[in-house]
T-cell receptor
Framework: DGGITQSPKYLFRKEGQNVTLSCEQNLNHDAMYWYRQDPGQGLRLIYYSQIVNDFQKGDIAEGYSVSREKKESFPLTVTSAQKNPTAFYLC?????????????FGPGTRLTVT | GESVGLHLPTLSVQEGDNSIINCAYSNSASDYFIWYKQESGKGPQFIIDIRSNMDKRQGQRVTVLLNKTVKHLSLQIAATQPGDSAVYFCADLLPPGGYNKLIFGAGTRLAVHP
């Protein structure tokens, strides 16, 4: 089955540690995205990538980093510089700028930092 | 499961009734809109989309209405079922020429009662 996978589903870290969230897709989509979701709010864009080896900051990129070495993979690192890292993180993909705008979402990773 | 959006506006309906979820957008240049459904602890799922050259689009049990004059769209769910209980987000696409950036609303929680 084609789709997007995120792992792990739950992640716990101590404050001051970097943590990397995995996102893999086998939809052959060019574009991939990372969103953060907090209670009472919609999704906010952290980073996006339209093509391999290229990525751009979204609206709330501070304290996060990404890489796009492969088309299928777009890992997100939450660094110790992120002041409020506890959140639900969602990865998405789409066909790309010239394709449909519909974004397909993964199941999410809930990160808790104490 | 977890709850996302603990303080969202809530629409409570009886099973079998029709539901109407409303959404306002701010960018008059937006030309593409999507409704997503998000169940607790999961990623958003695509429901239906509509382009700005349309006023109405129907899917299976769902209808989206777009009023560009007042920058408003609504999602109508016919014969609401318990499985429709979820948070519903509308999203609009920034004008073409850029990447596929979707701007998400805060969401509305739909609670279906037997």
């Amino acid at each position: 089955d084609g789709g997007i996978t995120q792992s792990p589903k739950y992640l716990f870290r101590k404050e001051g540690q970097n943590v990397t969230l995995s996102c893999e897709q086998n939809l052959n989509h060019d574009a991939m995205y990372w969103y953060r979701q907090d209670p009472g709010q919609g999704l906010r864009l952290i980073y996006y990538s339209q093509i391999v080896n290229d990525f751009q900051k979204g609206d709330i990129a501070e304290g996060y980093s990404v890489s796009r070495e492969k088309k299928e993979s777009f890992p997100l690192t939450v660094t110790s510089a992120q002041k409020n890292p506890t959140a639900f993180y969602l990865c998405a993909s789409s066909m790309g700028e010239t394709g449909a705008a519909e974004q397909y979402f993964g199941p999410g990773t809930r990160l808790t930092v104490t | 499961g977890e709850s996302v959006g603990l303080h969202l506006p809530t629409l409570s309906v009886q099973e079998g009734d029709n539901s109407i979820i409303n959404c306002a957008y701010s960018n008059s240049a937006s030309d593409y809109f999507i409704w997503y459904k998000q169940e607790s602890g999961k990623g958003p799922q695509f429901i239906i989309d509509i382009r700005s050259n349309m006023d109405k689009r129907q899917g299976q049990r769902v209808t989206v209405l777009l009023n560009k004059t007042v920058k408003h769209l609504s999602l109508q769910i016919a014969a609401t079922q318990p499985g429709d209980s979820a948070v519903y987000f509308c999203a609009d696409l920034l004008p073409p020429g850029g990447y596929n950036k979707l701007i998400f609303g805060a969401g509305t929680r739909l609670a279906v009662h037997p």
